[in-house]
């Protein structure tokens, strides 16, 4: 055992055994008699019983013998309370385990159920009994579900509940009549109730349910060990079919009725053996019935297992590979199994129709017509895979093929990659009009992708630690595909129709699945990703077939994939200067389109709670401005002068409309400089001009409005006032604390001494603030800050979500120049957390350094951050500004972040 497995060995189990470690069990039903009905002794030894086991866990003893070992605890313990408080008052009754009790498995916080079975329904002394014997267990701290009931009323709870039913199917009896649970297995028999063909289908019914409800995917970076796809409850799913359909009482029944070969059962039962483990794990380093991998107990399970950090993964990514590729298997073994389950419950017998010389269809599912099809002809191997797309009536794969599958991926080596019939067949599948997605995960989940792109076989199941990256880097990589696909068909089109549209154009659109599959392919590697996966992408393509064109573009856009998103995010869209550089790297309009489409779909599929119309608005405002750049001819850059007629001339259209008249109109925009109309979209200026224009020009009464509807997806927060001693962190507090988050801020000095700031802030679910009331409270809110004393004290007390607590992410702050714009560029990257902008405002404002944008951007856990800023002479910083200001930020942030992580964050207090 390494050093931190002890540590975290004593920090569990400060009381383990070591003299005679493992002898308590052994001994303990003579324990417990000679205790009586001392709970306090009772409590003692089951204590040190569930002490010794995680002390047994941690010595790595095999978690099979463990969590069997708890259950017989735990039948000794019952079987001794039911002698002392039932035993004589229901002499008839059976006690009987039931769940996963019932099947033997018991980890150390998992339910304890039991069905105590009446012959008849109780009379009082039965009903004091059972009380007595509830009342003790509780008493003991074990929490006990139990419920009473007759065989009548087990039959009859069962008939409209298949979970019922599930539970009692694994009834095992601990004390009591034996003959009583008989006649309740007898009256729950597939003849009487639930028969197997309906059992089935309500098995699998539940299991997709379970899959939808974490995103149809086993790869999710928290997964829950138990219910998520892959876990343990798909095994127990096939455990609980074979038991209905042959009384199967184990896995190995399977074996014995041909269902799993010997080789399939001794992989189905190292899965099950490794997710034992990790939910022992889980259940012993937290002290209760903790099922989801959170970030820190990966790392804490991760240094336990004796996993190690390497040049470039971490071990807690090492680790969770592990997982991920487990729950894979278990996942591939589940569909086999169900599917041979499904040809044998549910399918009468057809004869097949011959697709091809090698396939066939029988019942619904295609199958090889012989097991040596792929020995002899190893394009079968993609062959199957195009022919699913060809035939959407086709269900599925047979179990048999699966198993030739499986057994013949050795074919695919260097020769097979090679050959051009495999090039064509490849890229038949990219091409297809239908299926695209849904063929490559099944390739995924067979392996064959994995073999035939052998970089993408080493990022198969490669976790990220962080919160920006929400799945596995090969399922985020066919959420990407997946999202491109939707673009390409209509019926999505209401989603994102601008990427429809393009998406809908591209002259070639396998180009962009070839990206989407290499783009994040060298993750782990160290180095760029981007660029090594570009390499990868255009030998890739070249092998294929494509042509040198094509494969250029390919390998361009992997490594550009981040750079629409970076600069539209983190850059000021509205200049001039960065459209016509965007421009100028991208070239023209088709290598525009193919990363426009490219960057929504990778964006979307990064993490769902990362995408909102925000982000959707931003990536389609700069790629119809760089487009407009591009028609123009790079010899034609856009110029200033002519982006603010356009603003204005649309403004004023729309001001007309809103019943603006035309001196008002330019009594107000008098107050603004060329660069608000830059910055601002004719939607906004036409918004604020109305405003300004109703408003008694000659008063000093702050004006507080929010549009709810922005033409952005957010809620647009107007705040036109004079300027104020920290305004921006007054202003950013409010809003952080009613939970808000701000997107965008634009600050904008008056001609006649006033400020219009202007924020763009999102629920947070994504969406802007839809509820009458909610904009009223914020409305209240702002109004109480801009009318209060500029001396209140400022704090943001809400918490930082449990994730985000976890990281620690370093301050780093540069600063540089922006001289066509004549002001300085910070650029900030750290922790993110609730008060974090109110914080760099205070040191802005102590610094005397004036804000005039910010674009903030929110990487999972981290803050990347730019503010536009210049000296209160609307000058850039000088150097030794810039840098006093770099080591104050950087100080002040680091000391909240450092409470934070201490768990006493302060927020942001004055």
């Excluded at 278990?330 to 389950?341: A, D, P, R, T």
């Excluded at 990427?499 to 160290?526: C, N, T, W």
């Excluded at 070249?542 to 992997?558: F, H, I, K, M, N």
């Excluded at 920290?726 to 809003?735: E, I, N, P, S, W």
């Amino acid at each position: 055992m390494g050093a931190s497995e002890t540590q975290l060995l004593e920090e569990a189990l400060p009381a383990a055994p070591r003299a005679a470690p493992w002898a308590l069990l052994a001994g303990l039903p003579e324990r417990l008699a000679a205790a009586g009905g001392d709970a306090a002794a009772w409590r003692s030894l089951l204590r040190a019983a569930h002490e010794e086991l995680k002390a047994r866990f941690f010595a790595e003893e095999p978690v099979e013998e463990l969590v069997h070992a708890r259950a017989a605890l735990i039948d000794a313990v019952l079987r001794e309370a039911w002698r002392l408080h039932c035993e004589s008052s229901c002499a008839a009754w059976a006690l009987v385990a039931v769940g996963g009790y019932g099947r033997g498995e018991l980890h150390p916080c998992s339910d304890v159920d039991v069905l105590l079975l009446a012959p008849q329904p109780p009379d009082a002394a039965g009903g004091a009994a059972v009380e007595r014997l509830v009342a003790f267990l509780w008493d003991l701290g074990l929490e006990i579900g139990h419920s009473v009931r007759t065989v009548t009323q087990c039959a009859e709870e069962c008939v409209g509940d298949v979970g019922v039913m599930t539970t009692l199917l694994e009834a095992r009896l601990i004390a009591g009549s034996a003959a009583l649970l008989a006649a309740m297995r007898s009256a729950l028999a597939p003849e009487r109730i639930w028969p197997v063909k309906q059992f089935f289908e309500a098995k699998v019914r539940e299991q997709t349910e379970r899959h939808l409800k974490a995103n149809d995917t086993a790869y999710n970076l928290e997964p829950n060990v138990k219910t998520g796809p892959g876990g343990l409850r798909d095994i127990q799913t096939i455990a609980w079919v074979a038991k209905r359909q042959f009384d199967a009482d184990s896995l190995d029944g399977l074996v014995t009725h041909g269902f799993l070969t010997t080789p399939e059962l001794r992989r189905l039962r190292q899965a099950q053996a490794f997710l034992w483990r990790v939910r022992f794990g889980l259940h012993a380093l937290t002290g209760r019935r903790e099922d989801r991998l959170l970030f820190d107990h990966q790392i804490r399970l991760a240094q336990a297992f004796g996993y190690e950090d390497a040049s470039y993964t971490l071990a807690v990514e090492q680790f969770m590979q592990r997982y991920y590729r487990t729950v894979m298997d278990v996942s591939l073994l589940n569909e086999l199994l169900l599917q041979l389950f499904r040809e044998a419950i549910l399918t009468e017998s057809e004869p097949p129709r011959p697709l091809n010389a090698r396939f066939q269809v029988r019942n619904g599912s295609l199958e090889a017509v012989s097991e040596e099809v792929f020995a002899r002809t190893p394009s079968a191997l993609l062959e199957l895979f195009a022919l699913l797309q060809q035939n959407p009536e086709i269900r599925g794969v047979r179990a048999s093929t699966m198993r030739a599958v499986a057994r013949n991926l050795w074919l695919i080596d260097e020769e097979f990659r090679q050959n051009p019939r495999h090039h064509r067949l490849f890229l038949e599948i990219l091409r297809s009009p239908v299926g695209v997605t849904h063929e490559l995960r099944r390739m995924n989940t067979y392996g064959v992708l994995g073999r035939y792109i052998p970089a993408f076989g080493r990022v198969v199941g490669r976790m990220q630690y962080d919160l920006f990256h929400a799945y596995t880097v090969d399922a985020h990589t066919l959420f990407v595909v997946s999202n491109l696909r939707r673009f390409a068909i209509a019926r999505y089109d209401h989603e994102l129709p601008e990427a429809s549209r393009v998406m809908q154009q591209l002259p070639r659109q396998e180009v962009v699945y070839l990206a989407a599959l290499f783009h994040d392919i060298a993750k782990g590697r160290g180095g760029d990703h981007s660029e090594l996966g570009a390499v990868d992408a255009e030998a890739f393509c070249l092998e294929q077939g494509l042509s040198p064109y094509d494969a250029r573009l390919v390998a361009w856009l992997v490594r550009n994939h981040l750079e629409l998103s970076i600069t539209s995010q983190k850059q000021d869209i509205g200049d001039p200067q960065v459209i016509n550089a965007f421009a100028r790297k991208v070239g023209d309009e088709t290598h525009l389109d193919y990363l426009y489409v490219l960057t929504c779909a990778d964006v979307r599929g990064t993490n769902p709670k990362l995408w909102n119309s925000w982000k959707a608005s931003l990536f389609k405002d700069f790629y119809q401005r760089v487009k407009r750049a591009l028609r123009r001819g790079l010899e034609s850059p856009i110029d200033p002068e002519h982006l603010v007629r356009e603003t204005q001339d649309a403004a004023r259209r729309l001001a007309v409309e809103r019943g603006v008249g035309e001196r008002d109109i330019l009594s107000t925009w008098t107050r603004f400089s060329a660069g608000y109309f830059l910055q601002h979209s004719p939607e906004e200026v036409a918004w604020h001009t109305r405003l300004l224009a109703e408003r008694d020009a000659a008063s000093d009464e702050p004006l507080v409005a929010l549009d709810a509807r922005s033409l952005r997806g957010t809620t647009a927060v107007l705040i036109f006032t004079r300027p104020r001693r920290h305004g921006f962190a007054r202003t950013t507090a409010v809003l952080d604390q009613l939970g808000l988050n701000i997107v965008d801020a634009r600050i904008t000095p008056t001609g006649d001494g006033f400020s219009l700031d202007l924020y763009h802030v999102l629920e947070d679910d994504g969406a802007g603030v839809a509820d009458n009331d909610r904009r009223a409270e914020i409305e209240r809110a702002l109004w109480r800050s801009v009318q209060g004393p500029e001396n209140a004290p400022l704090s943001v007390s809400r918490r930082a979500p449990r994730q985000a607590r976890m990281f620690n992410t370093p301050t780093q702050i540069a600063l540089s120049i922006d001289e066509r714009n004549r002001r300085s560029v910070l650029e900030l990257t750290a922790g993110d957390r609730p008060g974090l902008l109110c914080d760099v405002g205070k040191v802005l404002m102590h610094e005397h350094v004036e804000l005039h944008a910010a674009k903030i951007m929110t990487v999972g856990e981290r803050a990347e951050d730019v503010f536009y800023v210049t000296d209160y002479d609307n000058q850039p910083l000088g150097a030794a500004a810039a840098e006093r200001l770099r080591e104050r930020m950087i100080a002040a942030l680091d000391r909240e972040q450092q409470a934070l992580r201490a768990g006493t964050a302060r927020g942001a207090t004055p």
